[in-house]
């Protein structure tokens, strides 16, 4: 299993995943010509792409849909309408590209909002952005996974110091908001495992986080809970370049 985060954050979102030379697409809420782009960079192109998943209806995860090629889609009812629409149920499993793939259940000021699980015979995924705290539900289908993109959205401190409006401030800091430094990493620190390899740090504001940031206050936590990092690799995505994870 192989993953490539073309862009994360408020200003769009998109995200290829690869297993056996066969690719889904999460969300696309980027232009058509950045995703054309990474995908030959990759040698691939976009008839390559087999499915489409989407996490909830905002425009930085969806307003690039209408420019793709007819495709099947998966995502929760209220989400997204079409002839191609495959409505999903949270923890009901389906199959993809030969992985079995579980909806998970966030909590977003969105219709009906959700992340995913990713597994195969030898490795697990957990894609979970967009969400004020991770249901105890989803919870149980997470830990000790191999690789995680996880939300890590904003300091607090930068956010309350913001010239950002305070119904947006507010908005963000809610349980249907965005996770903080602290809460992904406190959240991390209880879900890794053995198996864990790498931990991407995903939807980084450009205006109340920097990575820098993101990654001390991950240190800090994990090392108070006396957790190693020799074989965990922490990184931080971007809004302006692809980053790659999965089996190297």
Known sequence: MKFYIIQS??????????????????????????????????????M???ALLITHEHSDHTKGIKYLPPLPIYTKEGTYDGDNVNYIDYFK?????????????????????????????????????????????????????????????????????SN???????????????????DSASY???????RTKQI??????QDANTPEIALSTYKKIFKKKHINLDNIEIICTSQTKMVKGGKK
């Open 9 to 46: 954050g408020s200003k769009g979102n998109a995200t290829i995943l690869e297993h056996n030379n066969r690719l889904l697409l999460i969300d696309d809420g980027i232009s058509y010509i950045s995703i054309k782009s990474a995908l030959e960079s990759l040698n691939f192109n976009i």
């Open 48 to 50: 390559n792409v087999e």
């Open 93 to 161: 499993p389906f199959e993809l590209i030969g992985l079995k793939i579980t909806p998970l259940l966030t909590s977003h000021d969105a219709i009906n909002p959700c992340g995913f699980l990713f597994e195969n015979q030898d490795e697990k995924l957990v894609y979970m952005t967009d969400t004020g705290y991770i249901p105890e539900l989803s919870l149980d289908y997470m830990n000790n996974a191999d690789y995680y993109i996880i939300e890590s959205n904003h300091d607090v401190n930068m956010q309350l110091d």
């Open 164 to 182: 950002r409006p305070a119904q947006l401030i507010n908005r963000i800091l809610s349980d249907e908001g965005h996770l903080s430094n602290v």
């Open 188 to 194: 991390m620190a209880s879900l890794v495992g053995q």
């Open 200 to 205: 991407f740090l995903a939807h980084i504001s």
